[in-house]
């Protein structure tokens, strides 16, 4: 769903802005908390007296320490009658603290008709990161006011629709502004279609999707139905997708600018809907399993901003879908099956299906794309879950240099991976006595490590090229809002990807 809110770069001051809300940052100092007044059009001294006390005196009263997101609202009469005036938490105006502050402003906005803050006391000229410090800011605020909705009417406070970032300059806001808009406008595309009900949301409908979306975004697109899977040997995809009357499919999406400095191809999980197959899920888990497809929304989103934000990569992104149902026709535990590269894999749980999808499509990139790098991303292992919790994604990989830019893309857009360890003693249980592999370790002698195995297997894909392994079962999908994140999907990783590849050389 398109964003309720904007966020406009305005002339002036926060003296000419018609907007009933506006807030004041107040930010972290050696010296305590401190009220950040540049661009406003008042000097400290003639803003004071437009408050029911002085600066100082407010923020003792409402003990603001500056923490970033931190909010106290008041009335106050700025000229043109009574607004409602907010002191905003801004950290020390790091890109982090400002995503922060974006979000809570959004949040605090919500039912108002416009808000406005002055960009300069955000980030000032001269700054050390000051267009990536209003990036985050335009990506919090955006990100905070996303909603999906599927009601037939709404109720409660709606986005506000503008927040103004003013600022009497020569404009040069603006350009942070789109590339926060683009981060954020990527993630929403993706918590879209992590948020649509699986009743909607076959393999049929999201490669109608990533059709259009390839198609506006100017990429060349690419479907394989089921017949074409089934003669082109994705063995894989056929049998995960076997048991379900809505047949799979896969859809590639191709990004190829002027001179390209690499070629990375990512691949997406896009498990529609996971039932568990015939090893069924317990009620609790299925439930949230209209978000198994989160990797390939991620990829899609992704995909679509690469030309806005002038990525010089070229990028295939690869999305294997379909859904794990139940029925007569449903792949069996121990069934062997036969993967696009010709490796055979005994299927020892039904719901370890994610990672067999994924495994036709990276053997498929191996083979036919001449790729230099391999990402993938999934939510695959409840183990990355429970290792991690709910804010930090499971980074697996073979290439240090690969690891470190991702991890480093992460922490630029608070999205946290954590690296996990690719243990070469645990390689052996995946070992199959019947074909040579088995898609889930066939022995406890290392207890149980899901997400390892995991990466281990789909390692066996990756032909030997720099690879990375994304699990984000963890941050995939929230339980409620939280600052940026919005309950639902999450959306985790399409930003992180975007600024690693846009950062590719």
């Known amino acids: ?39 406003t059009g008042w000097s400290p001294e003639a803003l ?91 990506e919090g605020a955006l990100l905070a006011s996303y909603t999906f909705s599927m009601k037939s009417a709404e109720k409660g406070p709606r986005p506000v629709p503008a ?136 990829v899609l989103g992704v995909v679509s901003a690469l030309a806005e934000l002038g990525a010089r990569a070229s990028v295939t992104g690869l999305i294997p879908l379909a859904e794990n149902s139940v029925s007569g026709s449903a792949q069996r535990p121990s069934d062997v099956i036969t993967t696009y590269n010709g490796r055979t894999v005994e299927v020892l749980n039904t719901d370890a ?33 429970l290792a991690l919790g709910t804010q930090t994604g499971a980074l697996f990989s073979t290439d240090d240099a690969l690891a470190e830019a991702l991890a480093a893309a992460g922490r630029a857009s608070g999205e946290e991976l954590w690296r996990m360890p690719l243990v070469e003693e645990y390689r052996d249980t995946l070992d199959s006595p019947v074909a040579d592999l088995a898609n889930i370790g066939t022995t406890t002698d290392y207890g149980h490590p899901g997400a390892t195995e995991a990466a281990l297997f789909l390692r066996e894909f990756a032909g030997g090229l720099p690879w990375a392994h994304l699990d984000i079962a963890g941050p995939g999908r929230a339980t409620g809002d939280d600052g940026f994140i919005t309950k639902g999907g999450t959306g985790f990783s399409t930003r992180l990807l975007l600024r690693w590849l846009t950062a590719t050389p």
């Open 163 to 298: 927040i103004d970032l003013v600022a009497d300059d020569d404009g040069t806001a603006a350009d942070p502004v789109r590339r926060g808009t683009a981060l954020a406008r990527a993630t929403a595309l993706a918590r879209d279609l992590i948020n649509t009900p699986s009743l909607e949301k076959d393999p049929a409908w999201l490669a109608g999707r990533a059709e259009e979306i390839g198609t506006e975004a100017g990429l060349d697109v690419e479907v394989w139905d089921e017949e074409r899977l089934e003669r082109e040997g994705f063995g894989a995809i056929i049998a995960v997708g076997q048991g379900s009357v809505r047949p799979p499919r896969m859809v590639k999406l191709s990004y190829r600018p002027e001179n390209p400095t690499s070629h990375v191809v990512l691949v997406g999980k896009g498990i529609t809907f996971d039932t568990g197959g015939l090893q069924i899920k317990p009620t609790d888990n299925m439930m949230l399993m209209k978000t198994d497809m989160s990797g390939s929304a991620v």
């Open 1 to 39: 769903m398109p964003f309720a809110t904007e966020i406009h770069p305005a002339p002036g001051t926060l003296a000419d802005s018609a907007a009933d809300l506006v807030a004041i940052p107040v930010r972290t100092d050696s010296d305590g908390p401190v009220a950040v007044t540049t661009g």
């Open 353 to 385: 299906e994610g990672r067999l999808v994924m495994a036709d499509a990276m053997a498929y990139a191996v083979e036919e794309l001449d790729a230099d790098t391999i990402v993938d991303v999934a939510t695959l292992t409840g183990a990355a879950k």
């Open 48 to 138: 004071d007296t437009r408050l029911p006390a002085p600066f100082a005196e407010l923020i003792a009263h409402y003990e603001l320490t500056g923490k970033p997101g931190e909010t106290a609202t008041f009335p106050a009469d700025l000229g043109r009658g009574l607004v409602r005036l907010a002191l905003l938490g801004t950290g020390a105006g790091v890109p982090d603290d400002l995503r922060a502050a974006g979000a809570a402003l959004a949040r605090l906005a919500k039912g108002r008709e416009r808000a406005a803050i002055a960009a300069p006391s955000l980030a000032e000229e001269g700054q050390t990161g000051r267009d990536a410090a209003l990036a985050a800011f335009a």
